[in-house]
């Protein structure tokens, strides 16, 4: 398993993020930021290159904990697509899950625009966990 090879993988995965992320977000639920306008900043270009740039630097951070962690190599029945899946849904379920949550416990958000970031995160978590496991493969 090579480390540069998971590190682009992961940063391949938050690419395609980038698209799932437009959809999710930026399509479906991004009616509910308007109900809560007082919370949200402007958006830009700006806004929208830096968030991309997070999710592709994310991605490859994910790649490299796949790399720390053996990228579950122990589970060799499920096939190097389920290792992904499993992966990327830990990660979604150990971290990005519970930040959303105290996240909306604390701002005032929406609960529409809490799961569409929960499923959001999710798919992009399983992408990227995907992309790492077939680049480990």
């Known amino acids: ?42 958006e830009g270009p700006t806004q929208y ?5 997070v999710l592709v630097l994310g991605g490859a951070g994910t790649g490299l904990l796949y790399f720390l ?8 029945e499920v096939g190097w697509a389920g290792r992904g899946l499993l992966f ?21 958000l929406h609960r529409g625009h809490v799961a569409g970031a929960l499923l959001d995160s999710l798919v992009g978590l399983l992408l990227v966990g995907g992309a790492c496991a077939f680049a480990a493969r």
Do not use: C, K
């Not at 480390?3 to 698209?19: K, Q, S, T």
């Not at 990660?91 to 959303?100: E, K, N, R, S």
């Open 69 to 76: 962690v053996g990228g579950l190599a122990n589970l060799s």
């Open 49 to 53: 290159a830096l968030s991309s740039l």
């Open 1 to 42: 398993m090579s480390l540069v090879r998971l590190l682009l993988a992961g940063a391949a995965g938050g690419f395609v993020w980038i698209f799932t992320s437009w959809l999710i977000i930026g399509a479906l639920f991004h009616r509910y930021q308007r109900l809560t306008p007082e919370t949200w900043r402007p």
């Open 88 to 108: 990327g849904g830990a990660v979604w379920l150990g971290v990005a899950a519970p930040i959303h949550v105290i996240t909306a416990i604390y701002v005032r």
